[in-house]
């Protein structure tokens, strides 16, 4: 199905009015200004299916992971993660938005044309937000997972680098043991 959009990219628009939109995972609101997200690559969308596919085989019966749906930051600011980890108590299959309280795991997949926005915007947005753990995709040069937590009120600490070979094995997170090679293998 083709959605036809009006003529808003690129302009200030309202919470109200964003939500009158048909869903669409490849916009966001970004200080109250829609935003086009570049088209994934075949590289982006293997990655964040395996990602999807591990998280839900160890992931605790507690949470529910989910991909590409919207994080609720403010009135003009929703993001859509590649990858969310949310309260399973929050999951509402008929549902696409959730706020950051409800959110335990956000996860970035880096891409060509989302470089600046996956290192340095997304990840301040979030913990600006409160979501307790962010991880870092990247699969240039080489694939490597970095992972982040939440600490008080500050900014996200850096948790570890991990690389084919290694297990994940992220603080906060007991759960999480993700083995890299599970990722490459996609």
């Not at 929050?90 to 549902?95: F, I, T």
């Not at 040069?141 to 600490?157: E, I, N, S």
């Not at 083995?179 to 490459?184: F, I, Q």
Request: with cysteine; proline share 11%.
């Amino acid at each position: 199905m083709t959605q036809v959009l009006p003529p808003l990219i690129g302009v200030r628009i309202t919470g109200a009015q964003y939500e009158a939109l048909p869903p669409n995972p490849r916009i966001e609101l970004v200080d109250g200004v829609l935003t086009f997200m570049t088209p994934p690559t075949g590289r982006h969308q293997d990655l964040v299916d395996a990602l999807v596919a591990v998280l839900r085989q160890v992931c605790p019966p507690e949470l529910r992971v989910l991909r590409e749906q919207e994080l609720f930051l403010s009135d003009d600011h929703r993001r859509n993660p590649d990858v969310l980890v949310v309260r399973a108590d929050a999951y509402d299959p008929d549902g696409y938005s959730y706020r950051p309280e409800q959110v335990m795991l956000a996860v970035e997949v880096v891409s060509p044309g989302t470089e600046t926005a996956d290192r340095k915007h997304k990840p301040a947005e979030y913990a600006d937000a409160g979501v307790a753990h962010y991880w870092r995709v990247e699969s240039k040069p080489a694939l490597a997972v970095y992972t982040h937590q939440l600490v008080d009120d500050g900014p996200y600490v850096p948790t570890g680098r991990w690389v084919p070979g290694d297990l994940i094995a992220a603080p906060g997170l007991p759960w999480a043991h993700v083995a890299v090679e599970e990722l490459a293998s996609s």
